[in-house]
């Protein structure tokens, strides 16, 4: 009897155990922040190549030395130094990148402001003309880009498919008219924009028609967007009771399309289904997968703020040090790397 307990037990046991294996815990990082190189130009933004360089840059604005700011991270984790092109009266507003090379697009004293990175340090490249200032970029693939740039007839988009060395003639955007706005494309061709006036857009064409898509009538701003597909995406969107993250499949294909960029007319896609939950101080968002994003901005102190979804719930990231609020993130499939003005932080998604 006492044989046939133990043995019992024992079953029992392994059955448990085999249970727990098959669950896997959640991990949830220590995070803790890293001091810029310098702290007389603020960082901007951060991007990283699908190879994981990663690097931050940003621009003071003035024309007083040093007008700009660029840092590379190594496979160690450790930050070095890495040389910006001088930048008058700059700001950074926008990255992407593809497999080896990243974009870094913003506005100066003559308009757009585009560099390029491929692993030995920031250099100019060419950008559409009449360009008023970049403010959003993103690759589909690794040569296959698009920017966002404001000009006098309103927001436009141009594309490239050498991975931004040339770029296509501009489309405009009706249906965007805020002062910022956020591009996310996942297929050469198809692209989704959102603004600071809570417009959401998408193109199936490379920009030539537009459909405007249906949002939450209490959307204020659009702060951030992933899109996976051409009906899939996640966004970080600043409502009537603040930030709210929010995700779709339901992006169906368009059954109205806005007129070819000549024309002013727009027209609404039926309504769309968002799930959302509530990130209170959330100011920029990143995905490395449709499941797996990052959300940063301020804590209720005024300190950094990390917020993991895991595509059923949001997680608080463990902080030893983030004394400042992040304001851009950005995340691979192995790495996401965050900054404030003065502080960088990064950890495994």
Known sequence: MVRALRMATMLIAGALALGACGTPATVIP??????????????????????????????NGTSLSPTSVAQVRLPSGHWTPLVAPGATYATLDASACGRSTCLIGGRNSTGDLLWSYSGQGLLPVANPAGGLGIGALSCASSTWCALLDQSSSGWRLSTGSDAGTRWSAPHVVHGLSGSAVVLSCPETGVCVAGDSSGHLVETRNAGVSWSSLAVPSDWTSLLGLACFSAIQCVALAHSGAGPVLASTTALATPTTTVAPSTS????????????LRSVPGARALACSKANNCAVVGADSAGAGLVELWRGAALIDARVNYLPEPLGTVTCLGTLCVAAGTTTLVSWRP
């Open 30 to 59: 220590t995070l803790s922040g890293t001091p810029s190189i310098s702290i007389n130009v603020p960082l901007q933004t951060v991007a990283c190549t699908g190879l994981g360089s990663c690097l931050a840059a940003g621009a």
């Open 264 to 275: 002013t007319t727009a027209t609404s896609t039926p309504a769309r289904s968002w799930s």
